[in-house]
T-cell receptor, first 115, second 116 residues
Framework: AQSVSQHNHHVILSEAASLELGCNYS??????LFWYVQYPGQHLQLLLKYFSGDPLVKGIKGFEAEFIKSKFSFNLRKPSVQWSDTAEYFC?????????????FGTGTRLLVSP | GAVVSQHPSWVICKSGTSVKIECRSL??????MFWYRQFPKQSLMLMATSNEGSKATYEQGVEKDKFLINHASLTLSTLTVTSAHPEDSSFYIC????????????FGAGTRLSVL
């Protein structure tokens, strides 16, 4: 079965610090990869996605992620975080064995950015 | 675009009663909707996949008679928690697939269920 690991459960940063959140998945074949963000009291929103092509994906709000197939990783990065980036971040994957329909989520990383 | 509305956002009920949660895609048609459950400080766990006009597909370990799912139209899916008990208290989240082979899910804001 597929699994997604997010090793950082809680991250605390000061504004302007750089961010990197780790995400590793277990599926060996072709996958679609996603990062979702959940701001306090709000619904999950899609930050960015990777389906194919350039492994460096740019998303909204200055976020980017790099797909490294050999490492089964899809880490999320932002060069300079803002207080408004305080949220929970979820990595997710879907795979062809479910028709690329079912999402498997990581456990999430809570990011707190102090002003 | 791609807005999913979920209602109610919070419901408190007595043990033994049933609760219905609605999930609507507001500006697109969703042939497939998904229902997730999220426990405190844990990830989202897929409960079932709901396809318009057909029976839902439940994940292993999810009681289909306990969690009734109906997807009667392309914009509405409902989850009914039947004979709710305190252990059913959780955060339930729906999502809708925009289709068109995009394989992107858009999420509702979730429903917090508290069973007394």
């Amino acid at each position: 079965a597929q699994s997604v690991s997010q090793h950082n459960h809680h991250v605390i940063l000061s504004e302007a610090a750089s961010l990197e959140l780790g995400c590793n998945y277990s599926y060996g074949g072709t996958v679609n990869l996603f990062w979702y963000v959940q701001y306090p009291g709000q619904h999950l929103q899609l930050l960015l996605k990777y389906f194919s092509g350039d492994p460096l994906v740019k998303g909204i709000k200055g976020f980017e992620a790099e797909f490294i197939k050999s490492k089964f990783s899809f880490n999320l990065r932002k060069p300079s975080v803002q207080w408004s980036d305080t949220a929970e971040y979820f990595c997710a994957v879907n795979a062809p064995d479910t028709g690329f329909q079912k999402l498997v989520f990581g456990t999430g990383t809570r990011l707190l950015v102090s002003p | 675009g791609a807005v999913v509305s979920q209602h109610p956002s919070w419901v408190i009920c007595k043990s033994g009663t049933s609760v219905k949660i609605e999930c609507r895609s507001l500006d697109f048609q969703a042939t497939t909707m998904f229902w997730y459950r999220q426990f405190p400080k844990q990830s989202l766990m897929l409960m079932a996949t709901s396809n318009e006009g057909s029976k839902a597909t439940y994940e292993q370990g999810v009681e289909k008679d306990k969690f009734l799912i109906n997807h009667a139209s392309l914009t509405l899916s409902t989850l009914t928690v039947t004979s709710a008990h305190p252990e059913d208290s959780s955060f339930y989240i729906c999502s809708a697939d925009q289709g068109l082979a995009k394989n992107i899910q858009y999420f509702g804001a979730g429903t917090r269920l508290s069973v007394l």
